[in-house]
Structure formats: structure tokens, C-alpha cells
């Protein structure tokens, strides 16, 4: 784990210790309920605004007025997502069609300049519906992972590449260094350029709002983790990388002045394990807020089959994690959110009926290191635990999603149940109320 005596050493070496973060792009004068930053806090109608947050991709999904749209269950998890306190969902704008059998269906984009139209209405349905609520919305426009088809089938659209799912290949080395040619491929960058301005420019086909205007959207974030390529990316994919966000960044605030763009990083995970990189790629003005994402188990720190050996050193590794990206947003001078982590049920389970002490153990030393801090003054954010599965319910013996199934917090890349809190998980949603409570406490 990185220690700060590491990050300011890689911040000397990046040539930023010592002056001023760039001011970050902050909203129109007047649009009071914008969430905006000032200096290393978000605010929003006059007071300083916490994410006490879930994340919840497949929000658009529902909000479909056909086929695979379920508006009535849309609003009952809005509801039981606002009764605990939540108020901020992050949720995937586009997906791309592909053949990969563990991407999503069907798909925003069914090709090139093709357009789901039901789909985008979904997004409207939903973004109007987080308006009624007083809640907020973070967009990612892309994804770095194959289960909406994202960079890999990008690359398969304009360089006629086989779109790569690790999930049949098993080699995810290869997959990530691969995908990171998205970065670099012209004819990609100016299609997701299109589809870029294509959302961010969208008039809602419910309220007849212009999305640029509409305060219930947070942030555009430019993909969900993307990655430099894997761990051995070398120099010239890092710089590719850096510039990439620059400048993407800087496309959609040329698009829309009201709103803060984010990068969706993973913070070192998705870095190389490079605290240079993670910070030089997040130090242009045009990134607004630093995330990051916890994943114990995925990254195995944690034996859920083996909770009580494999705990003492996750939890450390986890504290310390957490703790030194707080500390490089304070060294950047911008606010930090932690808008994923999560944890397995007990016994590695998938079964709705499997308990969740574990998990719970786990998110209670979330929530209280990000609460402790925040009180603190320090420029954490906030959280968006991964995910939400509200009544949601898996419906194959084997736990993977197949078309027509419920949709869950678990993507189709992973099984039915892996980390999804459901309606049903009563000790889960009470240790969420009561920290999301702690959170809108801290707001004067």
C-alpha cells in the first residue's frame, strides 16, 4: 500500500507539491442547485453536499416504455432508495451492442450512430423521476469492462478486432492491455466523441428539459474504471491515458458548463499501482472531483471462504487504501468520492437467504473511516456502495443473467447475487440509513 511519504515524493516528481490545484470548472452563476465544488467539498443549494450514495447501472433499463422497461419498478426502488437516505445513484448512460455472451441486452448504441431510442427514453424516464425525489445522478459514458460492450467493442466496430471477454478467455491481462487501444484509435475516439454529444446534449422526451440544464444530473464521468491497459503499461499507454482524459474532459465541459465531469478511475487499482499516474491523469483542470473503488476480495486481499484468517490483513489494506487517496485529494486540493466497494454474503453464497454479517462488518468500517474523515474536514465526498439489487431476484440455478431476467446490481459479467443488496437484506439497510444519516449531518 502506498504511504504518504509516497505520495509526496511521486507529487514532487510530477511537479505539484508546492503550488495551487487548478480551480475547477464550477456551476453557471445562479444555478444554486447544481452540485458544484468549492475548494475540496461539493455543494449544492447554498450548503456543503454529501454522496451518501448507491450504485444502480441499470436505472435507464427500467426506465424503458417498452420491452425491457419496468416503470413501476423503477419508482418502487427510487422510493426505497430515498427512505434510507439515499441521495445520489450512479448509473450507466450507454451500452453498446455486441456479441460478447456476458454484455448486457439489448443496448444503447446498435452500432455506430444507431440509437436505441426506448432505451434513451429509459434515461429520461429516469433522470425526470430523481428530479421528483431531490435526488442526483452520476452518467458514466462508457466502460472499460466488456458487460455493455464499452471500449473492446469500440475496437471491434473500427479495427474489425474480435470484441475480447475475459469471462470466456480467462486472461485478463491480455484483455486490458488490448482494450487500452481504444485510447489511441482516431476512428473510436470520434464516434464516442458523437455519442458523447449525443447524451450530454439530449432535450428529456419527458419534461422537455435539456439535459445540460437539469441540476439532477451531478457529473458525466467519461467510462466506468478505465485503465492505462494493465499492470505493465508502460510510459507511452500512461501518457496516452493522461491525455485522454484531459482531453475528453475538456470536450464535455466545451458541451455543458453547468455540470462536473469525473474520470470514474479506481484509483491505484486502475492506475498501474502508479500514484504519479493517478494523480498527473486527475491534476487538469477539466477533472473536477478524484474516485476511487474498493474491491477486498476481486483484488484478493479477503478469502470470503476463509473470512476470519483473511480479515485482520483486508481490513488493514482497506483502511490504508482509503485512507492515502483522501490524502493525495487533499495534497490535489479536490474532493474525493468512494463510489464502489462492496462485499460478498457469507459463505460466498449467491442465495438471497445467506446471511450478511461479513458484509455488514465490512461497510460499518467504510462508512465509519469515510464518516470520521469527512468530519474532519477532509475532502472525502462521500460513498456509492456497489450495488443495489432492491427487489431484484436471480432466476437461474447458476446465478448468470440471461435476457429477459431481472435486472440486479450484479452485471451480467458476474453472478445473480455476488454483491447486490437486496430489499430483503434488513441489517444491510439499516447500517446504510444510519450512515447516510451520519453523512446529511455534516451538511450546514
Known amino acids: 500500500m502506498i504511504k504518504m ?3 509526496v515524493a511521486a507529487l514532487a516528481m510530477a511537479g505539484m507539491v508546492g503550488g495551487a490545484a ?18 475540496t467539498h461539493f455543494a449544492r443549494k447554498g450548503k456543503t453536499y454529501y454522496i451518501a450514495g448507491a450504485n444502480f447501472w441499470y436505472g435507464g433499463y427500467l426506465g424503458s416504455p417498452s420491452g425491457v422497461g419496468e416503470r413501476a419498478r423503477l419508482r418502487k426502488e427510487l422510493d426505497a432508495m430515498k427512505a434510507l437516505g ?45 428530479g421528483k425525489r431531490d435526488m442526483t445522478v452520476v452518467l458514466y459514458l462508457n466502460n472499460f469492462w466488456q458487460w455493455s460492450g464499452g471500449m473492446t467493442q469500440y475496437l471491434n466496430w473500427f479495427e474489425g478486432t474480435p470484441a475480447l471477454d475475459p469471462n470466456v478467455t480467462r486472461d485478463y491481462d491480455d484483455y486490458m492491455a488490448k482494450t487500452a487501444r481504444f485510447y489511441a ?12 454529444k449525443k447524451i450530454v446534449q439530449r432535450v428529456n422526451t419527458i419534461n422537455g428539459k435539456p439535459y445540460r440544464d437539469d441540476p439532477v444530473i451531478m457529473s458525466w464521468q467519461l467510462a466506468n474504471e478505465p485503465r492505462p491497459g494493465n499492470g505493465k503499461a508502460g510510459d507511452k499507454e500512461k501518457a496516452i491515458y493522461t491525455t485522454w482524459i484531459a482531453e475528453t474532459a475538456q470536450y464535455i465541459h466545451e458541451l455543458d458548463k453547468n455540470h462536473l465531469v469525473s474520470s470514474g478511475s479506481e484509483g491505484l487499482a486502475g492506475s498501474a499501482q502508479d500514484a504519479k499516474l493517478f494523480m498527473a491523469s486527475h491534476s487538469t483542470k477539466h477533472i473536477d472531483y478524484l474516485t476511487y473503488h474498493l474491491w477486498p476480495k476481486n483484488w484478493g486481499w479477503f478469502d470470503s471462504k476463509k473470512p476470519v484468517e483473511s480479515w485482520d490483513g483486508a481490513i488493514a489494506k482497506s483502511r490504508d487504501y482509503l485512507n492515502s487517496h483522501i490524502d493525495i485529494a487533499k495534497t490535489l486540493g479536490k474532493p ?87 430489499d430483503s437484506d434488513a441489517s444491510s439497510l439499516a447500517l446504510i440509513k444510519e450512515h447516510a444519516g451520519k453523512l446529511r449531518a455534516l451538511q450546514k
Open 5 to 7: 511519504n509516497q505520495v
Open 22 to 39: 487548478q480551480a475547477a470548472p464550477v456551476s453557471a452563476a445562479g444555478k444554486s442547485e447544481f452540485v458544484s465544488v468549492k475548494k
Open 86 to 130: 439515499i441521495n445520489n445513484v450512479r448509473v450507466l448512460a450507454v451500452s453498446e451492442k455486441t456479441e460478447m455472451s456476458s454484455a448486457v441486452r439489448p443496448a444503447t448504441t446498435n452500432g455506430p450512430g444507431k440509437y436505441d431510442e426506448d432505451l434513451l427514453a429509459g434515461l429520461d424516464f429516469l433522470v425526470d423521476e430523481l
Open 185 to 196: 484509435n482516431k476512428d473510436a475516439q470520434k464516434e464516442y466523441r458523437g455519442t458523447i
Open 336 to 422: 474525493i468520492v468512494l463510489e464502489e466497494f462492496g462485499l460478498d454474503r457469507d459463505g460466498a453464497s449467491f442465495d438471497i437467504k445467506a446471511g450478511t454479517s461479513i458484509r455488514d462488518r465490512f461497510y460499518g468500517e467504510i462508512f465509519e473511516l469515510v464518516q470520521r474523515r469527512a468530519a474532519n474536514g477532509d475532502p472525502i465526498a462521500g460513498w456509492n456502495f456497489w450495488a443495489w439489487g432492491g427487489a431484484g431476484r436471480a432466476a437461474n440455478a447458476d446465478y448468470w443473467w440471461k435476457q429477459g431476467n431481472d435486472f440486479m446490481g450484479d452485471p451480467p459479467q458476474e453472478e445473480q447475487g455476488l454483491y447486490s443488496v437486496f
